[in-house]
């Protein structure tokens, strides 16, 4: 497998009134050709902004990269110029949003913001562009495309609009695709139809996912490799089968433990997690999910964990007490 | 393993007694061929209704005291003018709304009014059911004064704090503001604020949903330690599959304003038997990867029609994998296959 995207000590953060917010604070995670990645985690852990720092989508102000290096193909993203930058958005890593309302322009139709991209990336004619639009709608599952290009965004449907969105994204034959949330704000039959789709596509033509969410089951259904964020970190990485049936970090076993489960017997109550997470604005010294921890212990306190080999060779944890937590896991079964 | 399996013993144990103590407790909720249809207009100075939106098409389930009833389906099914119907917020078009036996479609308003205090609601966004100017302990006291229950305001103030312990909050949260706290902090504001006039019957419209995962397990817990201890009645409706499986003692499934399955949880998960049911169980992931290499992904096709101009015949026909031609002539009525379990399909 060859490496598509490298990430090395990413830091963004935002200066706000209040303080400066480490959104993502010093994170590390690999891509290979192909692969679909997940990172999991609860609103403001990061895993949105981790993602729009890949293509420098940042708003600054306030935010701004402080650190550490992107590179894509082992080009550094974070010294290209905004000129450069620009040609790889979009060409070779293009983006799907959670809301295709909002990330599609309500004046222009369809055909019009799907051809812009292919005469502006591609240096297509017009009539090119349209016929590779009939061809992308139609790739993505849209019926009578012709007539449906001439539409704008409030003909269509929430699922129909989230496939536009992947056509568009499609659209450069990028090799490299992020979608943040793509299906959250969709009904739940219309989300299997479109997370089957980016599987398919992206398995055909070969292209990388890195898939942003919180939803457990999406990870377990269409991730190869996991990475688990809390408060701007990432505190577990592994392999798919690594996270949910050898979970090291107290935090993802406490996730898994807190869903109800349709493929397991009803229980009485369920465990949840305890407490809130933290201000990402007022972080200490020590592990930042150590108040809503059953394990900690004094060096939590003390020490930031960094991710630590645990268990398969693919698989780390940034926990002090990890072993306790395969313990544990281990006297449960 | 041996400790895991005792827990879930006494859990099935537990639910079955709960289940023969339920099969005797009155009918507190009838809703009887409830219908809302919204008239679609046009033209601005001149308005004619050119169509109608049948949200809710002729449903009817009852509630018995004590029991949660899951409302579950996808956007536009009508679960949610459901709940607006039964406490009025909505004009409901035909059909008999019956609380403990008195139909609140033919109340006036004030009798609607003192009835309203038995019936409260709990909505999804925490954000914005709050008033971001008055205080949280001003927010738990309005249905209070609303309804004159505790008309000294001491007395008042001490129930504002009692409710807040209730919900899992410290008391002195009373002098702060909604932008203070959490997402989860205010859907137990929520709470707090309809259990204050002490109802009996709480609509829960996705009163979870808006909430992050670590969340969303504390409030199911204290909705339910809630309704142990004062025996409340649930309508929950929510879209998440999981959710409702795990608080509901029945469950109806809605499609494009009618219902098309009712029956006990356990039942209805374990053995559906209507094929949009099927589909949308089989749509849910679930957090396990050797679970999900080895589960057949059958997805349906299609989306949810318009309401505007539903299909004919079953409104399912047009995504149904068992659909035949009689399917698209006559509208299936909901039908007992076993006991307690109800279907509108006639392939069932």
Redesign the interface.
């Known amino acids: 497998m060859t490496r598509l995207l490298e990430i090395r000590d990413l830091r963004t953060q935002f200066f706000t009134s209040a303080g400066v917010v480490k959104a993502v604070d010093g994170i590390s995670y690999d891509v290979d050709e192909g692969e679909t990645v997940a990172i999991v985690g609860?609103?403001g852990c990061g895993k949105s902004i981790s993602a729009l720092s890949v293509l420098r989508l940042v708003p600054d102000p306030p935010g701004r990269i402080v650190g550490g290096s992107i590179r894509y193909r082992g080009r550094d993203l974070l010294a290209l110029s905004d000129e450069e930058i620009r040609h790889v958005r979009g060409r070779d890593i293009a983006m799907v949003f959670q809301e295709p309302m909002t990330s599609l322009n309500p004046v222009l139709t369809i055909g019009r913001q799907l051809t812009e991209t292919l005469q502006q990336h591609l240096g297509m004619t017009r009539e090119q562009a349209n016929a590779r639009a009939v061809e992308l709608l139609g790739m993505v599952g849209i019926a009578e495309p012709e007539r449906r290009l001439k539409q704008y965004p409030h003909h269509f449907?929430g699922?129909?609009r989230q496939r536009v969105m992947i056509a568009m994204a499609l659209c450069c034959n990028p090799k490299l695709i992020i979608a943040d949330e793509p299906t959250t704000a969709l009904?739940?039959?219309?989300?299997?139809?479109i997370l089957?789709l980016l599987k398919e596509l992206t398995r055909r033509m070969g292209v990388a996912l890195i898939v942003i969410t919180?939803?457990?089951?999406?990870?377990?259904?269409y991730a190869d490799r996991v990475n688990v964020m809390y408060a701007g970190k990432i505190i577990e990485s592994g392999s798919?089968?690594d996270i949910?049936?050898d979970p090291r970090h107290p935090y993802t076993l406490?996730?898994?433990r807190?869903?109800?489960?349709?493929?397991q017997?009803?229980?009485?109550?369920?465990?949840?997690?305890?407490g809130?997470?933290p201000d990402l604005s007022r972080l200490d010294d020590g592990c930042a999910f150590r108040p809503r921890c059953s394990f900690a212990g004094p060096r939590c306190a003390a020490e930031i964990p960094p991710l630590m080999a645990a268990g398969q060779p693919s698989h780390a944890a940034a926990c002090w007490q990890s072993a306790h937590v395969a313990a544990a896991l281990k006297r449960?079964? | 393993m041996a400790s895991a399996k005792i827990a879930m013993d006494a859990a099935l144990e537990q639910r079955r007694r709960t289940q023969m103590r339920l099969a005797q407790a009155p009918v507190l909720v009838t809703v009887r061929n409830l219908k809302m249809h919204f008239p679609v207009t046009e033209g601005a100075l001149f308005r004619r209704v050119v169509g109608q939106v049948k949200a809710v098409d002729g449903i009817s389930f009852t509630i018995r005291k004590g029991e949660t009833l899951g409302l579950v389906g996808e956007s536009g099914c009508g679960k949610t003018t459901t709940g607006r119907c039964i406490l009025r917020l909505e004009h409901a078009t035909d059909g008999e709304i019956l609380f403990d036996g008195r139909n609140l479609l033919e109340l006036d308003r004030k009798e609607m009014n003192a009835l309203r205090r038995k019936i409260q609601v709990i909505f999804q966004d925490p954000y914005s059911s709050l008033n971001p100017r008055m205080k949280i302990g001003d927010i738990i006291a309005e249905p209070m004064l609303v309804h004159g229950t505790e008309p000294d305001r001491a007395a008042r103030e001490a129930r504002v704090a009692e409710l807040l312990r209730l919900c899992g909050l410290d008391p002195r949260f009373a002098d702060r503001y909604p932008h203070e706290m959490s997402g989860g902090q205010r859907q137990r504001v929520g709470i707090a604020r309809a259990l204050s006039v002490r109802p009996e019957f709480i609509i829960c419209d996705e009163a979870i949903s808006a909430l992050d995962v670590s969340i969303q397990a504390q409030i199911i817990n204290l909705l339910e330690d809630l309704r142990d201890q004062f025996g409340l009645t649930y309508l929950f409706i929510a879209h998440d599959l999981s959710v409702v499986r795990h608080l509901c003692h029945r469950v109806a499934v809605m499609y494009l304003g009618r219902i098309v399955e009712l029956a006990e949880c356990d039942e209805l998960y374990g053995n559906p038997r209507h094929p949009y049911t099927q589909a949308l169980l089989a749509a849910v992931p679930v957090p396990d990867p050797e679970i999900e290499r080895r589960r057949a992904h059958t997805i349906v096709k299609g989306e949810v029609p318009s309401p505007i101009n539903p299909p004919s015949g079953c409104v399912f026909h047009p995504r149904c994998p068992l659909a035949v031609g009689e399917c698209s002539r006559a509208v299936p009525e909901l039908r007992e296959v076993m006991p307690g379990h109800f279907v509108a399909c006639p392939r069932v």
């Open positions: 609860e609103s449907s699922g129909m009904d739940v039959t219309i989300q299997a139809q089957e919180h939803n457990l089951g999406i990870v377990a259904r798919a089968p949910y049936h406490a996730l898994l807190s869903v109800p489960r349709m493929d017997p009803r229980r009485a109550r369920l465990d949840p997690v305890h809130q997470p449960a079964s």
